[in-house]
């Protein structure tokens, strides 16, 4: 069973910046997404982005040229950089892991292991 761990979560202030961090213990797909969701009360989990094993990126719209996925692989570790922070960037965020299968890396139905969620909260 993959574990993985959320960290680096709070509020802040419109305009603001935070970093998201998610530790994974080990596993062995071939090829995989690491990918960050979020969601609100009362509504679907979104992608927010994607990064997939051969270094392929996918970032939803509203959030591109503001927040930016990477991955320190010595350290299994997947981050969240999230610059110019608006008040509707505000909810939980769960990172996923899944087996890449050919479809989106933000598509919340490949993914096989959550997170518990880091929650961001933006101030206007």
């Known amino acids: 069973q993959v574990q993985l761990e959320e960290s680096g979560g709070g509020s802040v202030e419109a305009g603001g910046s935070l970093r998201l961090s998610c530790t994974a213990s080990?596993?062995?797909?071939?090829?995989?997404?690491m990918s960050w969701f979020r969601q609100t009360p009362g509504k679907e989990r979104e992608g927010v982005a994607g990064l997939r094993s051969d270094g392929t990126l996918t970032y939803q719209d509203s959030v591109k040229g503001r927040f930016a996925i990477s991955r320190d692989n010595a350290k299994n570790t997947l981050y969240l950089e999230m610059e110019n922070l608006k008040p509707e960037d505000s909810a939980m965020y769960y990172c996923?892991?899944?087996?890449?299968?050919?479809?989106?890396?933000?598509?919340?139905?490949?993914?096989?292991?959550w997170g518990k969620g880091a929650l961001v909260t933006i101030s206007s």
């Open positions: 996923g892991l899944g087996e890449f299968r050919g479809w989106s890396c933000r598509d919340k139905d490949g993914i096989q292991y």
């Open positions: 080990d596993f062995h797909y071939s090829m995989y997404c």
